[in-house]
């Protein structure tokens, strides 16, 4: 089962039974921000939308001022996801979840972890009566583990077979009980009806979701975080400082909450928004989970952009006492091409004007 690859029920259930179908991970992401593992199997991976439901949740979290980092030993996503980390692996059953559980969590330390596993039983048809407690001895493993994380147990979303269907229904129906059960002996688990914000409408190839479906899962997965204080910190925890330029009064800001790479920011008005705060973090400036960048080898007039942060020099900054926001390969400042709201912000010879000075707020 892997990206773009549409199959029958029957068919796509035997090629589930392969194990390690994920690509590659690549190096990890991260922004200093609340830690979240997105944890199952291809539809946290996102299989058919690639990202998944995790774009959506992304988009709702930065554009809301949540400072949130993803994690996970696997990577994938398109740049509209400004952090590509999870724990979603295709054709992945509770039990293989289970096995490699302990080791993923020592890796990256979630605050908070979001789960939605059982679809492969069912489609495997793996033993199913028997899922449900699979899925409590796997919540036990995770707060054994983890004992300071909050678990999110969703529902698994509708399936289209009708005898599947049925068996997702079965398994869903035990999974309040078993969550309530945790709960009682003082976990922290919450349960999540997945199940009831998706129809088979919103179904690719009868497993997966379609883009829109994988939103109705971002907003559903959003709405239960915002419900449980501290699994996902408080808007505008992603910290930070406006940077005000001092020709324009206006704020350095990422355009609409564009993350993705070569993004050109901009001056807007100063409204706070988790677009326009800034960390600073050793030498790099970040907004969005992203970094401002000089294009490598830029010459005055070049543009400022935001990127995938890297620790590279073209994405380390000099903060002068004059204001002034320098770059530590181009020796370049950055500047505001104008004082109107989406004049453009470029990187010039420094010069110490009033559209190259920032005061930070």
Sequence with gaps: MHTGRRLA????????????????????????????????????EGTQVPGGYRIGLWQRLAGAGYRVDLVGTQYNGPAALGDHDHEGHPGWR?????????????????????????TNDILQ?????????????????????????????ATIIPLANQNQAAAARTFNAALPGIVQAKVNAGKRVHLVDMHAALTTADLIDGIHPTAGGYDKMAATWYAALRAVPGTIGEPGSGGGQTLVGAASGRCL???????????????????????????????????????LDSPTGAASGARAQ?????????????????GTVRGVQSGLCLEAGGTANGSAVVLRTCTGAANQRWSRT
């Design 9 to 44: 029920a029957t068919a796509l259930a035997a090629a589930l039974t392969v194990i390690g179908l994920a690509a590659p991970a690549a190096a990890a992401e991260s922004n200093g921000g609340t830690r979240v593992m997105p944890l199952g199997d291809s539809i946290t």
């Design 125 to 153: 048809n793996y033993n199913v009566p028997g899922a449900p407690n699979r899925l409590s001895a796997l919540i036990d493993r995770i707060t054994a583990s983890a004992p300071t994380a909050d678990v999110f147990v």
């Design 253 to 291: 800001d990422v355009p609409n909450g564009n993350t993705a790479n070569g993004t050109q920011p901009i001056v807007w008005d100063c409204g706070g928004a988790a677009n326009q705060r800034w960390t600073a973090d050793g030498r790099t400036l970040r907004a969005l989970g992203k970094c």
């Design 94 to 118: 509770i039990d293989q979840i289970d096995a490699n559980i302990g080791g993923w969590l020592s890796a990256t330390t979630p605050r908070t972890v979001l789960l939605h596993i059982g």
């Design 306 to 322: 935001i990127w995938d942060c890297h620790g590279g020099t073209n994405q380390q900054w000099t903060l002068g006492t004059d």
